[in-house]
C-alpha cells in the first residue's frame, strides 16, 4: 500500500454526489410500439418506427428504425434533470445498417436550457453487425435538461437503433473532452489529445504514460458507500504505439474504516480495450476511488470513456463467497458456486459457476429499485460456457412486465442484456439468468442494471465453438419452451412466449333488494368474435354468445334476477391462439363487487403472466 500512501498526498478531486445509475431515457430498447418517447426533431421529414422482427434486436425484442431523404434530419429526445456542472454525461446506443451497406451518422448529446447550450457528438459508420456508439459531455455549466439526438447524413438507408442508455458518470472530464486531464489527479505523464475518428467516444482521449512502473492516475468520488451494494470502475484502454502496454484498473472503498479494493489487470493492444473493476464492499466508506496503473514503462496509453457507476444489485461482480446475492433458484434447483481460477474472470478475480440437469432452471436477484412507467432499465450480464450453453436473461417488474433476450455463449467472455421498458409502475426488478443447456457450465460476472459504455462485447479468450442444436420451441415464437410461459402459443420475448389476454369488461345496473341485489341489466365487453361464456353460481342461467369488440353486449338472461349476497357472475372470455380472460363479479352487502381480468393459458386455472 506504499503507492497509496503517496498518492494520498497529492491533490484530490472530490465530488458530492452518488454515484450514476439510473438510465434517464424513455423507451431506450424500442421495446413500446411507435418510437414512443423518440421523435423527429424540429418536425423534419423522417421515416421512423419500431420493428419487432424476430432475432433482429440487439436487446430485448423491438429496435427502432429511421430513414431519411434529407441529409442532417435528425431524431432525438429531451430529458428534464438536474444537470451538473464540471460533470460527464454519457449517451450510448447500439447501431446497425437495415440492409448492411454503410449508414453514416453522428450521435450527439446537448447540456439544454436553463444556461447556454452545449454539446458534444461522436461521428459513426453503421455497418450490418450492431456496434456500440459513446457520446460523451463534459459539462462546463449547469442546465435543467439533456437532449439525447441521432443526425442522420446517408439518405435513403435505414438505420437501426437499440439499447440506448443515458447516465450520469460520476466523475469529471471522464473521456477528456475538455482538452486535458482537467479533473483526474497523477503521478505520471498525463495530457490528451484529439484523435477525431479515432477517439472511443467524441473527439479527445487521454494520453499517459511513465518512466516508472505502477505510476497511475486517479479520480476520488465523495460518496456514501455502504455494504449490500456493487460498485464499478470502467475505462477504455489502447497502446498509442500499437506495442503491447500493461496495466491494472483498481476500485477502492476508503474512508473511516480499513479500505477495501478490487482490481482487474490488462494489457492494452492497438485497439480499444474494455476494462473493469468492481467493489462490493463489506464495510462502509465514504469515498471511491477510480484508478489506472500503468504497468509497463516507456509506452503511452490512450483512455477514454471512464466510467464511475452504482450496479444496483449485490455482489455484481461474484467476488464474494457461496454465490452470495444470486443463491435463490425459483425454477428448481442448480448447482451454483463462485470461482476464482486465474485467467477466467471477466472482472476482477472471482465469477459465478453454474450448471443444470433440467432445462429451465434459473437463479436470480430481487433489486428494491422502484421503476415508473415510461421508465427503461437493462439488465446486462458477461456470460461464458467452456463447451457452449444456451439460455435467456430476463428483467421483470414486480407487476409482471418482462423483457427477455435469448443467447448462445461459448468460450468467450459475451454481454448479454435483456432490457424492460415500462409500461406501468413497478415496485421492484427481478434480474434471472435462465439456464437451457443441460450438464453445460455457464460462467457469469460483471452484472449490473446501469452499464452505460461498458457493454462491448469483444471476444476475450479462447476459440468459440459451433452451437449446439436448437433449443426446443414447440409453438416456433422463438422462445425456448423452458423459458415459454406459454409454451403451445405463440408470443414475443417482452411477454416471456404468450400473447395477449383477451378484452373483458363486465358492467351492470342493480336494484338493492334485502338479502343481495335485483339485477336490471348486465352487460359485457368482450374482443370481437371470442366466445363468450357467462354462468351464476345460483340465480341464473348459462350464456354463450360472442365479443363485439368495442359494442357492448347485455347478457339477457340476468336481466330481472334476484342474486343473494354471496352470489357469484363469471364471465370467461376465449379465442384460439390468445390468452383467455375472466372476471368474477361478486355480491355482497347487497352490492356488487366487480372482478378484475385475469388471464389464463387455456386449460390451466392460475394466471401466469398478466393480460
Partial sequence: MSRLTLLLALVLTALVAPAAHANLLTNASFERPSFAGWAPYGGNQMDVGTLTTPGVAREGAGVGVAQTAQSGNSFHQDVTTTVLARRSYSLSMWVKSANGQPVKATLALFGILHTETEGTGTNFTAGGEWTLVTATLNTQREHSALRAQVYMHTTGQGLLVDGAQLHDVGLDNSSFELGSPAGWSADLEASAAKIDDGARDGLWAGVVGTAVANRSIYQDHGVGVGPGASYTFSVWVRSVSGQPVSGTAVLWGLGDTPEESSATSFTAGAGWSLVSATLSPVRGHSTLRAQLFMVTPGIQMYVDGAQLRTNELGNASFEQGFFRSWDRFPR??????????????????????????????????????????????SFSVWLRSPTGARGSVVLTGSSGESGATPFYVGPRWTLVSAPLDAGTDHGGLRAEVVLDTPGAELDVDGASLSAGNARDDALLTGPDVAPPPPAPDGDGDGIPDSADVCPTMKGGAIRRGCPLGLTNDTSISYARTRRGIRVLRYYVEATKGARVVVTCSRGCKKTVTKG?????????????????NGARITVRVTMPGRLSATVVDRVAKRRRVAGRRACFVPGTTKPKITC
Fill in 548 to 564: 363485439k369488440g368495442n359494442k357492448r353486449i347485455q347478457i339477457k338472461r340476468l336481466r330481472g334476477r334476484t342474486l343473494r
Fill in 332 to 377: 428448481g434447483a442448480l448447482t451454483a458456486s463462485t470461482e476464482v481460477t486465474a485467467g477466467v474472470a471477466r472482472e476482477g478475480s472471482g465469477y459465478g459457476a453454474v450448471r443444470t440437469e433440467v432445462p429451465g432452471r434459473s437463479f436470480v436477484q430481487e433489486a428494491p429499485i422502484a421503476l415508473k412507467a415510461g421508465q427503461s432499465r
